[in-house]
């Protein structure tokens, strides 16, 4: 009786789990959609793995997550796209300050202030070439 | 008279790093080509910036530093393309620890080993698969 209890109890819960997940269009297009893309995995396998990984307080709060990781992603695509690994980090060609500066810049003008990448990034270009040549 | 000397030293000085840059064929390849890429500056320019805030020790060791970039912005592409920093990072449906390791795995078998980028990302993204759905 009991164990029929819990199991009816895990099952709904999962169900609730399910519910959020696909109820939450934010989720599904900014978390679910791009992990499924990069991992070549379908959505629902996917929603599987939160659904068994997360539980419902941090889906609730993962709107949250979402605006963090889309900044952190972000930001790793400009080290690429700038090659700030290559003269900050390892060169040292410019200052580690300047570079988290030049990234955060291009970020932030994409996500929050919701300007094409393009032209954030080529601002940052202008702003490292600048820093490289020593005229900022 | 001094000041001539002086003048002098510089100038041989920095047309000896110079001479190391432009005759280091490695360098240039893997260094300059790509900084000038990701830049949209002209090779020269690049050099310039080298011979300017580089001293000749540091050029005469650039190779080591080289293979350490290489390493490491290959490991912030593979983050983004198999979407590590989404699923680790911030949604931690994987650990860090397997993270790490996959992306390890990748960028070895990719430099070290000299496997195409492109295969070695299926088999990094095949990993991931497993230890997402907890069969690794």
Redesign the interface.
Known sequence: MLEEIDKNYKKSSLEQKYNIIKGNRYIMEE?IV??S?????PMD?VVD??V???DGVSLYE?HA??E??KM??LG??V?????L???A?????ISKKDADLIRRKVVEDTIIKKRPYKEALEEG?LL??KI???EE
């Open positions: 978390a791009p992990i893309k990069a991992l070549k995995l396998e793995v939160f068994k990984t997360c993962s997550y979402v963090q990781a952190g992603c790793r695509k080290d690429i796209d700038l090659g690994c290559w003269i980090d390892f060169f040292g060609l270009r490292t070439v490289l040549k020593g």
